[in-house]
């Protein structure tokens, strides 16, 4: 009973602040705008961390947002090689045709886009300023 009236109260206080609750992870969309490594700090100071996305489900329920958005994806260590900012590489993806395609060299950090297509990231400059969304898993 103790663990579960925490967890209540945990959830009461996340939704009070603005956080959305969808399979196992509380979720935090900005209404501001910052680069990919403020919107980060952003989350790390939430308790959280940008957005994974591992599987179709939390696609979809990315899909519904309507704006570009950073998620916790990027290739900055090593062009090409995507990896999570947990540090797991990418193993399913959903970018939008043509994409990533490092644009001038400069696209080293991922976005869910606002295409109503099933595929729709998209690789852009660390460095523009775009909204967020964090994730806190709150279940393994």
């Known amino acids: 009973n103790v663990t ?64 570009k958005t950073w998620i916790g994806l990027t290739d900055r260590a090593r062009e090409g090689t995507w990896r999570w900012v947990d540090g797991t590489l990418l193993n399913i993806s959903y970018w939008s045709n043509g994409q990533p395609n490092n644009w001038w060299g400069k696209e080293d950090c991922a976005e869910v886009g606002t295409s109503d297509a099933e595929n729709n990231w998209n690789d852009g400059r660390c460095d523009r300023q775009k909204y967020w969304v964090c994730e806190k898993k709150v279940a393994p």
């Open 4 to 67: 579960l009236s925490f967890s209540f109260s945990l959830s009461d206080q996340h939704f009070k602040e603005g956080w959305v609750y969808f399979r196992s992870s509380f979720y935090h969309i900005s209404f501001s705008k910052k680069t990919w490594r403020e919107s980060r700090n952003d989350c790390l100071s939430r308790g959280a961390d940008l957005m994974i996305i591992d599987s179709q489900e939390e696609q979809d329920f990315s899909r519904r947002f309507t704006r």
